[in-house]
């Protein structure tokens, strides 16, 4: 619904048919180890996929050729499709994928789990791999002494939720359509990107052949930007934000550290709308940008300016482009790499070359654009990914 509330209906309830919990073991055809990491190349024929080697977002498939005259590979352990593959090992332990390709001989190193097609469709037990209930259950059978791990045996004991093949096959189809949904959006998020990174690039390009060969009319950032220094307690004044490579937002629990804070009193950096913010000693992964968020309270170590005399998109579309990234590091002072850092003073001293009021207009326009539609492409990816996560953690209890 609107308010991505969606009803606490435990799968069993909502289910018509005989509900019941089964362990992968009693409903698969056959759970195996993939081929083991290759100590050699096999023939051109073969293909060989690793775990690293699949994009989790789209389950998008990378092979390794196997390209040495070895032909002793057993077509047992080639993937078929509708295979579901588990990571067994590593920081990856428990990930899972659903081969849906069917193109010839490739194969796997981790698990692969076939289930008996008339009974299981595997693409429904693999929506119930992403639920909270199996996370839960991959952190405690994955810890070992050594390098976390899951064995055949312990996947094997996994209990699912299960009903006729009729309803699995709805319910699969369904959170395939919504995939499919979420799919689009952050496709479309992605082309908007690429078409703002085309702009920033536009902008800076007499900016970069200034700092090549001294050619143009640049002037430095002082210009344009006045550093501002407002700081306020957190007493509810400002919401608490934080800063970080997306942009500014509601500070998560993820990055909340203020229970490391000793001082009751300790002073926040105020920002408001429309300043340009960023974090002298993030610079390098480009935490810069325009504050789209309004007021708020952040870590005192970010550095806030009062833009002027420019248009404000058209300033973001340089100083937050890769070139300007990569160039302002020559500025870092600091004897440890991570705690390296930007002084806004050093920041101010960057020269750029500003094209003329309507060139400026122009690309403001259209960033002010790109970003109106970006930020609503991602308000209902957001509502997908929060109605997605609601129906599989309430259904599959």
């Not at 069993?12 to 509900?19: G, I, N, Q």
């Not at 509708?82 to 332990?93: E, P, V």
């Not at 010839?104 to 076939?114: D, Q, S, T």
């Not at 302002?328 to 960057?350: F, H, N, P, W």
Request: proline share 2%; hydrophobic share 35%; charged share 25%.
């Amino acid at each position: 619904n609107k308010n991505n509330k969606v009803p606490k209906i435990r799968f069993k309830e909502f289910a018509t048919s005989l509900w019941e919990e089964r362990t992968l073991g009693s409903l698969s055809d056959d759970i195996s180890y993939g081929l083991g990491a290759p100590s050699k190349k096999y023939d051109g024929c073969n293909k060989y996929l690793r775990i690293t080697d699949i994009d989790e977002t789209y389950n998008n498939f990378i092979y390794d050729d196997l390209t040495s005259p070895d032909c002793s590979l057993n077509d047992y352990y080639s993937l078929q499709k509708d295979d579901l593959l588990f990571a067994r090992t590593g920081a990856s332990t428990g990930k899972t994928y659903l081969y849906s390709n069917d193109d010839g001989k490739v194969y796997f190193a981790g698990f692969l789990i076939r289930f008996r097609l008339k009974m299981i469709n595997s693409k429904y037990v693999y929506y119930q791999t992403k639920t909270a209930k199996y996370n839960n259950w991959v952190s405690i059978y994955s810890k070992r002494s050594g390098q976390p791990g899951i064995n055949a045996n312990e996947y094997s004991k996994l209990k699912i939720g299960v009903c006729c093949i009729e309803e699995q096959n709805k319910i699969a189809c369904f959170l395939s359509a919504l995939d499919g949904k979420i799919q689009t959006i952050d496709k479309k998020i992605s082309v908007l990107k690429k078409y703002k990174k085309g702009l920033a690039r536009e902008a800076i390009k007499d900016t970069i052949f200034y700092w090549k060969n001294g050619a143009g009319n640049a002037t430095a950032l002082s210009n344009y930007l006045t550093e501002i220094n407002e700081y306020s307690e957190k007493d509810g004044t400002y919401p608490h934000v934080t800063l970080s490579t997306e942009g500014i937002s509601n500070k998560s629990e993820r990055y909340d550290r203020d229970f490391l804070v000793k001082d009751d009193n300790k002073k926040y950096k105020v920002t408001h709308i429309n300043q340009l913010c960023y974090n002298p000693a993030n610079l390098k992964f480009g935490v810069i940008c325009i504050n789209r968020f309004g007021d708020g309270i952040f870590s005192p170590i970010y550095v806030t300016f009062k833009v002027k005399n420019i248009y404000l998109e058209y300033l973001e579309l340089i100083v937050t482009s890769a070139d300007f990234n990569r160039y302002s590091m020559k500025y870092q002072q600091g004897t440890v790499y991570e705690r390296m850092a930007v002084s806004s003073e050093d920041l101010c001293k960057i020269k750029i070359v500003i094209a003329d009021e309507q060139k400026q207009n122009n690309l403001a326009l259209t960033a002010n654009l790109l970003n109106k539609k970006i930020s609503k492409l991602e308000s209902e990816l957001n509502d997908l990914m929060l109605i997605k996560s609601n129906l599989l953690n309430n259904m599959f209890i």
